[in-house]
């Protein structure tokens, strides 16, 4: 199920301490590196991010990036620092881009990119490489900085095809 941003007026407002455990995911922190940050029990930040998860209808133990996507579309979180050049990724690297931001699981990632479910993490590994980020959940948080992942006000969170750069 695609990950669904709330209308402003059904927003979820995210709890101060969701909002600094949100700012560490956009930037591809582990959850131990932002529990050791803020300086809370990585059982503590876990919690955060799980309710974080909740008030998105994000369950899905691997939604980190689906987490961070909604945070940052929902404007509850700024998008973390980036490069200003952006990466010239294909047509079918924005649909995998915009498919990871908003589908929490690699089946529903592969249907939405059409692209085979085995192929899904290869090419986002690539992806990240591309876009010299840190991890998926960082490449999610550049994605926003460069406004390739703008909020769609149909619902779905993603606009693969936005053409807006930075720089």
Partial sequence: MPVKIPTRAALTRLTPT????????VTGMSNAQGAR???MSLNTF???LASIGRKFQINSRTGRPARAHAVLASKQVAPPPAPTSVPDFT???????CALA???????????????????????????????????????????????????????????????KVG
């Fill in 18 to 25: 969701e909002t600094r455990v949100a700012e560490r995911l």
């Fill in 46 to 48: 876990t919690g955060h």
């Fill in 91 to 97: 047509t079918a690297e924005r649909r995998l881009l």
């Fill in 37 to 39: 940050e803020l300086g």
């Fill in 102 to 164: 908003v589908h929490p699981e690699t089946p529903d990632i592969a249907r939405a990119a059409g692209i085979a479910p085995a192929d899904v993490r290869p090419q986002i590994a690539d992806l990240v490489a591309k876009a010299n980020a840190d991890n998926e959940t960082h490449l999610i948080g550049l994605g926003h900085a460069w406004r390739l992942l703008d909020a769609d006000p149909t619902g779905s969170g993603c606009v693969p095809g936005a053409t807006d």
